[in-house]
């Protein structure tokens, strides 16, 4: 029957079983029935069928909860001997529980596609040893922890050397040899290169949505050879669903999904009350007029996301009204506006001295010498000194924005936010998801 099923071209595998089948029938020996029964209830066979139906709720269990993905993150070997090794060693396990353990870690330590902040979607090979970024270096770290800073292989130096620099001597501390990392260029200012990309040889480029703008055409040279982009997004101020997706996505990338949950619980313990009282305090205090200040005169308009910064936390910015985005104000314009709370952008050199490792009473003396401008002695802020230096770090584009959003809104209503302290928040993030320990001056009034 099975030769007439080939030789009619049937299926093969009908024809194989149909074989069997029909041998079966006729070959079985009496005592068959017995023996399956025996084996059936011999309780090595019942806990073997134990062990095999658990080994895949285990394997579910470890692909839920980001186990597998920290498996292979802290591998210290290659994707290939990864690939044939993980499930040789897994498949000692019984059959076939050792397949359905290793197939899910196989499959993680293969491919990995996601869909990133601008809903472009990237097909990574896994795990991820060899990291290109350009922003955000501290998210990548408070999701990756300090081991993940070696799998950097390349990123914009002038980033944190020339932007952030008591944050780029204060890692530089702690970690020499950063010093070492090739510099890829920096997307704003149009020095990012595809081809120094290439060279680092990395497994993904990690940047943010305006350094794509700013960078498409080598981008797209680099998608062409092969290196997958992934953009994350953290400027959308305060907002937690924008956040907690890029924290995921990193998480996925770096097989930290438990850690970047853990992240995100904390950035919304440390937003949701905030607002929620807000509405509240609103209906109770009159919204006071603010006036945000970059560099000399430069402020922020109706849709820059610093603007919008100070509108969420109930205040009302008077630049809505002259610019759209960045811009320099009139002086005069300040003058008739009369803000009621006047905040300065600070850094090291630039406007207030602030970040790691500055004295507070040196910061505080830079901001008395800002308010030092004709007319400004009779506005409402510096007449009731509510004048105020934050750090740039608070306003730009990272998921510490909270910091920012309990400052403002202690300076906004100060009756009715006693009980905030932005500071001892700040703290706490270092000790639970920064490399390097707290110190300096972050913020300052007078």
């Not at 658990?54 to 993905?69: A, F, R, S, V």
């Not at 990123?155 to 020339?162: A, H, L, V």
């Not at 090739?182 to 020095?191: A, E, L, Q, R, S």
């Not at 990193?250 to 313990?269: C, D, K, M, N, Q």
Request: glycine fraction near 8%.
């Amino acid at each position: 029957m099975a030769a007439l099923l080939i030789i009619s071209q049937k299926n093969l595998g009908i024809a194989m079983f149909v074989g069997a089948l029909i041998l079966g029938v006729f070959t079985i020996p009496e005592s068959l029935p017995l023996t399956m029964l025996s084996y059936l209830i011999d309780p090595s066979t019942i806990l073997l069928a134990i062990i095999v139906g658990l080994i895949p709720l285990i394997g579910g269990t470890l692909n839920e909860t980001g186990q597998i993905d920290k498996l292979i993150s802290n591998m210290r070997i290659g994707k290939k001997p990864f690939l044939m090794l993980s499930p040789a060693l897994i498949g000692l396990l019984p059959m076939p529980g050792g397949a359905l353990l290793s197939a899910p870690i196989v499959e993680k330590a293969g491919k990995l596609t996601v869909i990133d902040a601008l809903n472009r979607t990237e097909t990574l090979e896994m795990p991820i040893e060899r990291v290109v970024i350009t922003f955000n270096v501290e998210e990548y770290l408070a999701v990756g922890r300090e081991e993940s800073l070696r799998k950097v292989v390349g990123w914009s130096k002038y980033y944190w050397e020339g932007r952030r620099p008591t944050v780029w001597e204060t890692y530089l501390e702690r970690f020499p040899w950063i010093d070492d990392i090739p510099d890829v260029g920096y997307p704003w200012k149009g020095t990012f290169s595809a081809e120094k990309v290439m060279d680092c040889e990395p497994d993904v480029v990690i940047m943010c949505p305006s350094q794509y703008e700013q960078a498409t055409e080598d981008v797209e040279r680099l998608e062409k050879a092969g290196i997958p982009v992934i953009i994350v997004d953290f400027y959308e101020p305060f907002n937690i669903k924008a956040h907690a997706e890029s924290t995921l996505l990193l998480g996925e990338l770096l097989g930290e999904r438990e850690r970047a949950r853990e992240l995100i619980s904390f950035y919304v313990s440390q937003v949701s009350e905030i607002f929620e009282r807000l509405e509240e305090v609103e209906k109770t205090y009159p919204k006071p007029k603010v006036l945000l200040l970059g560099k000399e005169w430069t402020t922020y308009g109706k849709y820059h996301y610093r603007g919008e910064m100070i509108e969420r936390a109930g205040g009302i910015n008077i630049a809505a009204d002259v610019l759209e985005q960045s811009g320099e104000i009139d002086p005069e314009y300040v003058l008739k506006a009369n803000p009621d709370v006047i905040i300065f952008i600070g850094k090291l050199g630039w406007n207030v001295d602030l970040g790691y490792g500055v004295e507070k009473e040196r910061a505080e003396e830079m901001l008395a010498e800002q308010i030092q401008r004709p007319g400004w002695e009779e506005l409402n802020a510096t007449k009731n000194n509510r004048v105020h230096a934050i750090h740039i770090y608070f306003v730009h584009g990272h998921i510490y924005d909270y910091v920012a959003l309990q400052y403002f809104v202690k300076w906004f209503y100060p009756d009715a936010f006693t009980d905030i302290n932005p500071e001892e928040a700040w703290k706490e993030f270092h000790e639970r998801f920064l490399p390097v320990e707290y110190s300096g001056t972050w913020a300052v009034s007078l």
